[in-house]
């Protein structure tokens, strides 16, 4: 009997220490805003441009202002698939100037839209490799219009690539580029785990570099992409043009506080383009390249900087613009109901030895959401 009292007390105490941090998260209280958020780039129901997004607002106990809980299958404007894999989006829903005057943060996830060949792959859910016709996609002019009153209101308005670029016309591009203080140059990049898998690197990609150097693509192993308008394309290869992690992004000093909770050094692995900040615009973080002497050569014939604009904020206003698919991640669905699991997860892939979107996105994007949900409740 005193033996089985003696152990008693740890017992208890290990269950109570294990059941602490579900018990802090039950705890925690729901936070209400009201947020418009647009994703034109969902062909699919697994919605992976912004899934990610609304994992957080759940983990966060982000509500809407009625106390419901934000869905990411209904709670969105932009392209919303049919009920089969493979369908036509069965309708879509714009940004108008009244949603985006009354909400607490406009976050434009991603423009871009949905192609025929993004349905071919139906069950299987895969992204196409080959550009095709358009179906819907695109900024129109009367979303500028009302991403322009948000700001004009003071409603914190974020924009992330691919908001402005291609397929969005040349002069809803402008009228972007001038709110959120940036000037899109033309040229966009990406790494990719191997130059040599065809169901990894997009075909148009591949016959761009072919056609400007006169060469088949034989690339192996991993490496980042960068083009400009069909015209141009280099290939810098990890370990050869690059350093192992070739790509990281850095916050730059005095540290605003919406990063302030990120990191530096982290390593950069998916989707981005290459902005100059306006004149009067403040560039919070930056991507830098860590090249090799060879690498450092390539970059600078193609007038591309060794260190370009990751997160800009506009002159005098609360809109920031991302240049990066920050948001894509595929995140399960599934939840994680223990108060630090941010911290765990930040430190774990803090051991990474490669460029990771899990990496950036829980060492990164996650606190700078965070930041964001605190600046729209100001």
Known sequence: MKRTLRWAGPILASGALLLLPWGCYAARPTRALDLAIVDKTVPFANRLEHRSLYWLLRHRKVVQPDGRAYDSARDYLGAFPGPTPGDPPARTTELTPPRAVEADLVYLVDTYGVYEEDLASGAEMKAALERSPKIYGGLATAEVDAVERAIAAGVPVVAEFNAFASPTGALERERMERMLGVRWTHWVG???????????????????????????????????????DDTECEVLRTESELERIGLTIE?????????????????????????????????????AWHATPVGRARLEARGLPARFPAIVRAPAARAWYFAGDFADNPMPEGERPFAGWLALRKTTESLRLAPSVDGFYWRFYAPLVDALLDEAER
Not at 215 to 226: I, Q, T
Not at 255 to 279: C, S, T
């Open 190 to 228: 990406r790494y990719f785990g191997g130059l040599d898998d065809p169901a990894e690197v997009p075909r148009w990609l591949v016959r761009v570099w072919e056609r400007e150097h006169g060469l088949r693509w034989e690339f192996r192993g991993a490496g980042y992409v960068v083009t400009r």
């Open 251 to 287: 916050r730059e000093r005095p540290v605003d506080p919406l990063i302030r909770a990120a990191h530096d050094g982290v390593g950069y692995g998916y989707w981005f383009d290459v902005v100059e900040a306006a004149p009067g615009a403040a560039t919070l973080a930056s991507y």
